[in-house]
């Protein structure tokens, strides 16, 4: 999961860099990003067809080639004629070994801990934001000590050697459904009923919620502020004190009190962010921060303590609808992103060479000032996303509120 979040982290801090140097616009460089989003769907959902059948082991070593081939082809970039392409598959092998990491681990947790499903996969979660948090603090640090984006890339190879040395030499558990003896024809029947369905369906507004603006916010907020990687370090510790807190929360407050809570947090956080400016800025980054910090982990634990007989698949399902919904997300923003830049640009102007425009220049300012404008009003518009969560998880909660006292009454 280190690893995982390391890629995101880097990759945010990086995105504006690559945008200069290889001259793509926000729309190459959001389908770049992109990328990372449908190559996990891919793979998560690949994954958990075939996990109970090869084993977690065999997909964790899969996942290691793939971030080794991911990594070394991104700091071989340069190398080559044409950035994008490069680029766009190196992030497509590390969003498939992402993928795969999470159709391995999320059951491993679920079968490792049956009674202790919603906290402990918060914990092993907590790992992402925190991987984020160190990701994007080396890329401050190493940018402000004149180092380039392939060493910051290259550092990835690091803990991708030892967590493949590592599970090389563990034997793994059969997963949970395997173990219980739930049938595949109960699974699938589990994973159609209504809900599932509704769970699937919200996920993709909790991953786009979280997801999207954390990739997008050095860039979103570039113009805003000059500390905006450091609004993404702030927002993923948040997140990472959070987690490492899951236990009473989740259990003093039910996982749907939870994720309701999660949705008014995360609406409030999103609204500061796309008003403020200055200092309040990273109070908004915290709010933002302690909104989001439940929604993945929380919602794979609820769907695996509520449907049990969905098993693998179920939560790789899940994990697997969030990031495709984040990935069409991204390429659709990423468009309108550049077309507001070029309405706030004079008539008839190139974003590539405004992009590139030397510091100082006429064109370089006007750039600036035109991102000043998209960033918030992209943030703006992705508002709408928690507020319509806000009523998904309000109905949730009061229906299995009422669900408890049923059964509590029938015993």
């Not at 219980?180 to 369906?201: C, D, E, H, K, N």
């Not at 510790?237 to 236990?247: F, T, W």
């Amino acid at each position: 999961m280190l690893v995982t979040s390391l890629s995101f982290g880097i990759r945010a801090g990086i995105l504006g860099q690559l945008g200069v140097e290889f001259h793509l616009s926000g729309q190459e460089l959001a389908i770049i990003t992109g990328t990372a989003f449908w190559g996990f769907p891919l793979a998560v959902v690949i994954g958990g067809f075939i996990v109970d059948v090869i084993g977690m082991k065999r997909l964790l070593v899969a996942a290691f080639v793939l971030h080794l081939l991911g990594i070394v082809l991104t700091v071989s970039t340069p190398y080559f004629s044409s950035g994008f392409w490069p680029l766009f598959i190196s992030t497509l092998f590390i969003g498939m070994a992402n993928g795969t990491v999470e159709a391995a681990c999320n059951p491993l947790v679920a079968t490792i801990f049956p009674d202790n499903k919603t906290t402990k996969l918060n914990h092993f979660h907590l790992w992402f934001p925190g991987g984020i948090v160190v990701g994007t603090l080396l890329v401050f640090l190493f940018n402000e000590i004149g180092l380039g984006w392939q060493v910051q890339v290259a550092t990835m190879i690091i803990p991708t050697l030892i967590y493949g040395y590592l599970f090389l030499k563990l034997d793994f558990p059969v997963t949970e459904r395997v173990a219980a003896g739930v049938s595949t024809s109960q699974m699938y029947r589990s994973i159609g009923s209504p809900l599932f369905i509704f769970m699937f369906i919200c996920m993709f507004g909790t991953a786009i919620t979280e997801l999207f603006t954390n990739q997008w916010v050095d860039i979103l907020l570039k113009n805003v502020t000059s500390y905006g990687i450091l609004i993404l370090a702030l927002t993923a510790g948040v997140q990472v004190l959070g987690r490492a807190m899951a236990g009473p929360i989740v259990h003093r407050m039910s996982p749907a009190g939870v994720l309701l809570a999660s949705a008014m947090l995360s609406a409030l956080g999103l609204y500061l962010m796309g008003s403020v400016s200055g200092s309040m800025l990273f109070v908004a980054a915290i709010i933002f921060g302690m909104g989001i910090t439940y929604f993945w982990p929380t919602m794979l634990g609820f769907v695996s303590e509520n449907i049990p007989e969905s098993g693998a698949l179920g939560m790789n399902l899940m994990g697997g609808a969030g990031m495709f919904a984040v990935s069409l997300y991204t390429i659709f923003m990423g468009g309108f992103y550049d077309n507001i830049i070029a309405k706030n640009l004079p008539a008839g102007a190139s974003l590539d060479a405004y992009r590139s425009a030397a510091a100082g220049t006429a064109e370089a300012t006007a750039f600036s000032q035109a991102q000043a404008v998209a960033g918030p009003e992209i943030i703006n518009v992705t508002l709408v996303i928690p507020m319509v969560l806000i009523v998904a998880f309000g109905g949730l909660f009061f229906y299995m509120k009422g669900k408890r006292k049923q059964t509590l009454q029938t015993a």
